[in-house]
C-alpha cells in the first residue's frame, strides 16, 4: 500500500472557483518544478519510460477524482476533501452536467455536457497569473460578467480548444500560454502552441447587457441547485430540470429561428457576432444545432439569451405570451407545433415549461382543450388523471348539474339551462383528463351526446364569458377532486323510483300542509320534481305511466308550481324525500347538495346571481300574478331559471288570510296550525290544564278544530273538570304516602285507582300536595334509581345516574371490542355522535376517561379504569337483566335520551 504523500513545503490555496488542473500546475509554477513531479507525489497514475521520464497524464483527473487521490491532495496540501472535490466537475454533477456511472466521463448528450476543454476569459487570466475557472468548462459558461467579456473558444494561432488535454508533465507549466501540441511537426512537445492567451480579444458587453443577465441568472441556479424566478416562482424547480428547459428553447433559436428574425429577440452586437462566425452556428439544412453543446460561446450567448427572453417573464401566461411570438417565428420550420410537440425538445422539460407551452398554443386550442388542459389556470397543464379517477368523479356530479351553478354559466338568451345543464355536468369530466366528448356523457348520465356537447361548446366560446367559464369549471373540478361530496350521484341515478309519493301519501301531504291536490297535474308535477332533486336526472326520465313529462305545456306548468309552493309543502316534500332514501338503506346523505358558490367569486360569468334578487319583494311578486315567475323575471330584470332556483330554495309564504277566507278555502286547520303549534297547544292545554273551551275562547277557533288538532299532535283529551271526583275519593294520607315517601308515579297511583292521571293530579293539587316538576327525572324508572345502585358494585354506582345509564353502560360494552368509534356506531346502527356522547357522558359520571382513542396506525384501547368498569359491568350483567323500558327503545331515541 503507497504510504500518504507528504506534505507540501509550500501550502498554496485554490482560488474561488478555480478548477484542479489549473491549481496543481499553479503549485507546480510556484515550487518551480514540473507539473509531473507534482502529479508523481499525489500519486497521480502517470505513465513513465526508462530513465524515470513520464509523458502522459490521465484525461479525465479534472472531471473526477476517486477517494485515495481526493485523501492523497488534501492530505499534502491541507485541503479539505470536499474542497477537492469542488475542484472538479464532479462538482456539478446533477446539476449543470451529468457523468457517467463511474464519474470519469461526462455525457455529451445530456444538458450541454463538454467533455473536454475549456473556454476562457483573457482579461481573468491577465489578473490571475493564469489560472483557469472551472466553470469555464460548462457548455452554459459563455461570458464573462467581471469583465463583461464574452468567453474566448480557441487559440487564435492553432484553432484549438485549450485544455482539451492536460499540458506536458515534463516542463514547469505556463498555464497563461495555449498547450495543445505545436501544429508544426517536430516542434517541442514540453511547449506546445505556446500562444499568449492573454491577448485574444473577445466581444466586449456594455453594463446590463441581456448577455450578461441571462449569464448570472444560469449561473445562480447552478449555485443554488434551484430556481424560482420568473414562472418558476411559484414552483421552483432542481436546476437540471431548468438547463433542460433553457436547452429545449436554445435549441429552437439556434435551429429553427431564421437568421432576419433574431434582432427581435436579441441585442444587435451578439446577434453580429453569432451570424458573422459561419454556417455552423446559423444552422443551415442538414445541421442539428443545440441538441449538443455548443461549439462557440458567441452561440450559446443567443440560445440562453433568447431563452431567459421567455423564461425570465412574470409568470407562465406572460412567458407562454412571448413563446407563442417564437412559435409564430418558426412555425415554417417545424413539421407541426401541438400539445405534444414539446416532447420532441429534449429529455428532462420541467412542468413548468409545459404549462408555458400550453399557455402558449392557448389561442389556437379547441374549447374542450382548454377545459382538458385548464388553460384557464396559472399552470395548464398536460392530462395526469386516469380513467378510474375521472369515473370516480362522475359519482359526484348531478346529470343536470347543479341549479345554482347552471342559473350562473347559463346566458340569458341562447342556450336554455335545460338544455345546458347535462352538458355542463359532462364538461366537469374533460380537466385534467383523457376521455372523449362521448366518454363524459355517458359517465354523466348519458342525457346527452359529445355531438350536443360539442355543438354548445362552441356557442359557449364564442361567449365573452368563456374564458371565465372555464375557470369556473376548472375550479369546481378541483374542488371535488379534492373534497368527498355527501351524495353519491352514481347510485342515487339508479335506485328504482317506481314508488316515489304514492298518491295516498300526496292526499296527506296536501291535507296536512293546506294544498289543494289538484285533479292530478300538480301531483305528477311534485312527483317529477321530487325525482329530479333526489336522482339528479332530468324530470322526463322519471317512470311516469301517462308520459308527457318533457311537453313544453307541462313545463310551463311545472314552473307555476314552483311559485305555488308554500314553506309548508316544501317541508313535507323534503320529508318524503328524506323517507324515500332511508327505505333504499340510505341514511346518511342529504336530499340534495350544491358546491359552495364562493369558488365563482371574482369571475364575470353570463348567468345572473341570486343572491343579488331582493327576496321579499320576489315573495311579494309571485303572490300577485297568474304568471308569477315570468312576471317576477321582467320586474326584477332576471331570467325566469334564477327565479325558479331562488323559489326552489326559500319557497314564498302563503299570503295572510283572515277566520273567513280559512274557512271557505278549507284551510282552517292550517290556520290553527300556524297560531297554535304542538308547543303552543300542550303548554295552554298540559301544563296550564286550560279546558278546550278556555283555548277556544282564546285563539277563535271551535273545539272541533281543536280536538282534531289535539289529536293530529298526540296530546290525549281529558275527561271534563269535575269528572275526577265521581271516579272514586283518594285520601290525602294514602296520597302522601305513596307519592311523596314511596316516590311512585301519577301514573302507577292511578292504575291502581283505576282512574286517569289527570284524574290523580287533580286530587293531588284538591289535597295540596306538591307534585314533582315534570319531565324524566319524574319517571318510574328515574325514580328507582337510587334504590337500584345502592346494591351495584361501588365502581358503577357513579354511572347509574339515570334510567338510561343502563344503556350507555352496554353500549360501551359493545364498543370495547371494535378499533374505532366510528366501527363500533355501524355495528350497533346509531349515529357516531350518539355513541361519543353517551361514552362521554359515562366518563364525565365516573369522573375518569374509558378509553384512549384511536390514533393513525393504533386502534383505541381502554384505560385502566375503563378495564375495571368493563369487567364490572359484564359480572353484573350476567346477574341483572337489561330494563325494559331500555331495551325497547330504537337508536334514535336513546340518542335524544343519551
Not at 432542481?238 to 429561428?257: H, K, Q, S, Y
Not at 354559466?409 to 383528463?433: C, K
Not at 368527498?484 to 323510483?497: A, C, S, V
Not at 364490572?872 to 346477574?879: C, E, I, S, T, Y
Request: aromatic residues 6%; proline residues 9%; glycine residues 8%.
Amino acid at each position: 500500500m503507497r504510504p500518504p504523500a507528504r506534505t507540501l513545503p509550500i501550502r498554496f490555496p485554490p482560488l474561488p472557483g478555480e478548477a484542479l488542473d489549473s491549481w496543481l500546475e499553479a503549485a507546480a509554477r510556484r515550487m518551480d518544478t514540473t507539473l509531473g513531479d507534482v502529479l508523481l507525489h499525489f500519486g497521480f497514475p502517470v505513465r513513465q519510460r526508462a530513465g524515470n521520464q513520464y509523458h502522459g497524464i490521465p484525461a479525465d483527473w479534472t472531471i473526477f477524482l476517486d477517494e485515495r487521490l481526493t485523501a492523497a491532495v488534501a492530505h499534502a496540501t491541507g485541503i479539505s476533501s470536499q474542497a477537492i472535490t469542488a475542484l472538479t466537475l464532479a462538482h456539478y454533477d446533477g446539476r449543470a452536467l451529468r457523468t457517467s456511472a463511474g464519474g470519469r466521463f461526462v455525457s455529451r448528450h445530456v444538458l450541454w455536457g463538454r467533455g473536454r476543454g475549456s473556454r476562457f476569459c483573457p482579461d481573468c487570466l491577465a489578473s490571475a497569473d493564469g489560472r483557469w475557472q472551472l466553470s469555464w468548462r460548462l457548455g452554459f459558461s459563455f461570458a464573462c460578467t467581471r469583465h463583461r467579456r464574452l468567453l474566448a473558444d480557441c487559440c487564435p494561432d492553432c484553432g484549438r480548444v485549450p485544455r482539451q488535454r492536460p499540458c506536458s508533465g515534463r516542463s514547469v507549466p505556463r498555464p497563461e500560454l495555449c498547450g495543445n501540441p505545436p501544429v508544426r511537426p517536430g516542434g517541442p512537445v514540453t511547449v506546445g502552441c505556446g500562444s499568449d492567451l492573454r491577448r485574444v480579444p473577445t466581444l466586449l458587453l456594455p453594463p446590463g447587457h441581456p448577455v450578461l443577465t441571462a449569464q448570472d441568472r444560469v449561473m445562480a441556479a447552478i449555485d443554488t441547485m434551484t430556481a424560482s424566478f420568473g414562472p418558476y416562482a411559484a414552483t421552483p424547480q432542481p436546476t437540471a430540470a431548468v438547463l433542460a428547459d433553457i436547452r429545449a428553447l436554445g435549441i429552437r433559436f439556434l435551429a429553427d429561428l431564421p437568421a432576419e428574425a433574431l434582432g427581435q429577440w436579441l441585442p444587435e452586437d451578439i446577434t453580429t457576432a453569432y451570424l458573422s462566425q459561419g454556417p455552423a452556428a446559423a444552422g443551415q439544412a442538414g445541421d442539428r444545432p443545440g441538441f449538443m453543446a455548443p461549439p462557440r460561446a458567441a452561440d450559446t450567448a443567443v440560445a440562453i439569451t433568447g431563452a431567459l427572453n421567455i423564461l425570465q417573464r412574470p409568470g407562465i401566461r406572460p412567458a407562454g405570451e412571448a413563446l407563442r411570438g417564437l412559435l409564430e417565428a418558426v412555425r415554417d420550420e417545424l413539421t407541426q407545433i401541438s400539445v405534444t410537440s414539446i416532447d420532441d425538445w429534449g429529455q428532462g422539460i420541467s412542468p413548468v415549461l409545459q404549462s408555458v407551452h400550453l399557455a402558449a398554443l392557448a389561442p389556437s386550442l379547441r374549447p374542450s382543450e382548454h377545459l382538458r388542459y385548464r388553460t384557464a389556470t396559472q399552470s395548464p397543464r398536460r392530462p395526469t388523471r386516469t380513467a378510474l379517477a375521472i369515473e370516480q368523479r362522475s359519482r359526484k356530479i348531478p346529470t343536470l348539474f347543479w341549479p345554482a351553478w347552471t342559473v350562473r354559466l347559463a346566458p340569458a338568451e341562447g342556450i336554455h339551462a335545460r338544455t345546458l345543464g347535462p352538458v355542463l355536468a359532462a364538461l366537469l369530466l374533460i380537466p385534467d383528463g383523457r376521455v372523449s366528448l362521448d366518454q363524459a356523457a355517458v359517465l354523466a348520465g348519458d342525457v346527452t351526446d359529445g355531438i350536443e356537447i360539442s355543438r354548445l361548446l362552441q356557442e359557449l366560446d364564442d361567449l365573452p364569458h368563456w374564458p371565465d367559464i372555464v375557470t369556473a369549471l376548472t375550479r369546481l373540478t378541483d374542488h371535488l377532486d379534492a373534497d368527498n361530496t355527501p351524495i353519491d350521484y352514481g347510485r342515487r341515478r339508479i335506485l328504482d323510483y317506481t314508488g316515489l309519493l304514492p298518491h295516498d301519501r300526496w292526499l296527506e301531504i296536501c291535507l296536512r300542509t293546506g294544498t289543494p291536490p289538484g285533479a292530478g297535474r300538480r301531483e305528477r308535477i311534485a312527483r317529477s320534481q321530487l325525482f329530479r332533486r333526489l336522482s339528479g336526472l332530468p324530470a322526463e326520465s322519471f317512470p311516469d305511466e301517462l308520459g308527457g313529462l318533457d311537453c313544453a305545456e307541462f313545463r310551463a306548468t311545472s314552473v307555476r308550481f314552483t311559485a305555488l309552493q308554500t314553506p309548508e309543502l316544501a317541508h313535507a316534500l323534503q320529508q318524503e324525500a328524506l323517507g324515500f332514501l332511508a327505505s333504499h338503506d340510505i341514511h346518511d346523505e342529504p336530499v340534495t347538495w350544491q358546491p359552495p358558490t364562493a369558488l365563482l367569486a371574482g369571475l364575470s360569468l353570463p348567468g345572473p346571481d341570486p343572491a343579488h334578487i331582493d327576496l321579499p319583494r320576489l315573495h311579494q311578486l309571485v303572490r300577485e300574478r297568474q304568471h308569477p315567475v315570468q312576471h317576477a323575471a321582467q320586474v326584477l330584470g332576471t331570467t325566469v331559471e334564477a327565479i325558479r332556483q331562488l323559489l326552489d330554495e326559500h319557497p314564498a309564504p302563503p299570503p295572510p288570510m283572515t277566520k273567513n277566507t280559512a274557512r271557505a278555502t278549507g284551510h282552517i286547520r292550517l290556520q290553527a296550525r300556524r297560531e297554535l303549534p304542538k308547543e303552543t297547544f300542550t303548554r295552554l292545554y298540559l301544563s296550564e290544564h286550560r279546558s278546550l273551551k278556555q283555548i277556544a275562547t282564546l285563539t277563535g277557533f271551535s273545539r272541533s278544530v281543536l280536538t282534531g288538532l289535539a289529536r293530529e299532535y298526540g296530546i290525549p283529551l281529558r275527561n271534563g273538570p269535575q269528572d275526577y271526583k265521581r271516579c272514586g275519593d283518594v285520601e290525602r294520607d294514602w296520597l302522601f304516602e305513596q307519592y311523596v315517601h314511596h316516590r311512585r308515579t301519577l301514573p302507577d297511583l292511578a292504575r291502581e285507582k283505576g282512574m286517569s292521571t289527570a284524574n290523580m293530579a287533580r286530587w293531588a293539587r284538591s289535597h295540596e300536595i306538591p307534585l314533582r316538576p315534570r319531565g324524566g327525572g319524574s319517571h318510574d324508572a328515574a325514580l328507582r334509581v337510587p334504590d337500584a345502585t345502592a346494591k351495584l358494585p361501588p365502581i358503577l354506582r357513579l354511572a347509574l345516574t339515570s334510567p338510561y345509564a343502563w344503556q350507555r353502560l352496554d353500549r360501551f360494552l359493545a364498543a370495547v371490542s371494535y378499533p374505532t368509534m366510528s366501527e363500533a356506531a355501524a355495528a350497533l346502527g346509531i349515529n357516531q355522535s350518539a355513541l361519543v356522547t353517551q361514552i362521554s357522558r359515562l366518563e364525565r359520571d365516573l369522573g375518569h376517561p374509558l378509553f384512549e382513542r384511536a390514533e393513525r396506525g393504533r386502534p383505541m384501547r381502554l384505560t385502566p379504569v375503563g378495564e375495571e368498569v368493563a369487567t364490572a359491568a359484564r359480572r353484573l350483567r350476567r346477574r341483572v337483566p337489561i330494563p325494559r323500558n331500555e331495551s325497547c327503545r330504537t337508536g334514535k331515541a336513546q340518542s335524544a335520551h343519551a
